[in-house]
């Protein structure tokens, strides 16, 4: 603690400087949860879900891991999202992927990696199904493509789950997005991919 004592010192001017604009602030947050959104993002510490969209604590219930994967397998992101649907009864359902992504772009390389390439083999399974879009791209551009592949791939995934379909069927007014962020300039973009209904009706 002792060699971490700024970021308790940081902790500290955070909670006073929010308490000193809204008093009852912490208070009224303690009582319960309500957000509206589940975002579904990358573990990278430049891409931070509630300063992105300047919403704050409370406002959005979050799950993150590398290259923003979602797997039918992955028991802690279905558990997430079964939490958010049938507990917190989201109305929406954001992936969001970032350009430059190292997991993405550690999922193109020829090398090995360790433990991680077990959950790189999804991304290198995005690469395989799109290949036709990505063999006349290089470099930066290539890597950026298979980025918003990725989260729309994600977006099916998601789509996929009994949550997100039983959902559905019982008529929950649920939408699942793709997002992208562009570390470079600060802004989120709209991969056009909005679900909603389990008829999977495409909303621009």
């Known amino acids: 603690m002792k060699k971490l004592k700024h970021l308790f010192e940081r902790n500290q001017k955070w909670a006073n400087?929010?308490?000193?604009?809204?008093?009852?602030?912490?208070?009224?947050?303690?009582?319960?949860?309500?957000?509206?959104?589940?975002?579904?993002g990358c573990s990278d510490s430049r891409v931070p879900a509630n300063q992105l969209v300047a919403l704050p604590p409370?406002?959005?219930?979050?799950?993150?891991?590398?290259?923003?994967v979602v797997v039918h397998s992955d028991l802690?992101?279905?558990?997430?999202?079964?939490?958010?649907v049938e507990v917190l009864k989201v109305k929406h359902i954001i992936i969001c992927g970032h350009y430059g992504c190292g997991g993405v772009k550690a999922s193109m390389?020829?090398?090995?990696?360790?433990?991680?390439?077990?959950?790189l083999r999804h991304i290198k399974?995005?690469?395989?199904?799109?290949?036709?879009?990505?063999?006349?791209?290089?470099?930066?551009?290539k890597v950026d493509r298979l980025c918003e592949l990725?989260?729309?791939?994600?977006?099916?995934?998601?789509?996929?789950?009994?949550?997100v379909q039983n959902a559905?069927?019982?008529?929950?007014?649920?939408?699942?997005?793709?997002w992208i962020y562009d570390i470079?300039?600060?802004?989120?973009?709209?991969?056009?991919?909005?679900?909603?209904g389990e008829d999977r009706l495409l909303v621009d």
């Not at 000193?20 to 309500?34: I, N």
């Not at 470079?184 to 909603?196: A, F, H, I, P, S």
């Open 125 to 141: 399974d995005v690469g395989r199904f799109h290949s036709f879009k990505l063999k006349d791209l290089q470099g930066e551009e």
């Open 58 to 68: 409370g406002e959005i219930f979050v799950h993150r891991n590398i290259a923003n």
């Open 168 to 178: 559905w069927k019982a008529g929950s007014d649920l939408s699942v997005h793709g």
């Open 76 to 84: 802690n992101c279905l558990s997430v999202i079964q939490y958010a």
């Open 184 to 196: 470079k300039d600060g802004t989120l973009r709209d991969l056009g991919t909005c679900m909603v």
């Open 17 to 40: 400087d929010i308490k000193e604009e809204t008093p009852d602030f912490f208070t009224q947050l303690s009582k319960q949860q309500a957000p509206d959104y589940l975002w579904i």
């Open 109 to 119: 390389e020829d090398k090995e990696h360790g433990l991680i390439d077990n959950w």
């Open 150 to 163: 990725n989260v729309i791939e994600q977006v099916n995934n998601v789509c996929e789950t009994t949550i």
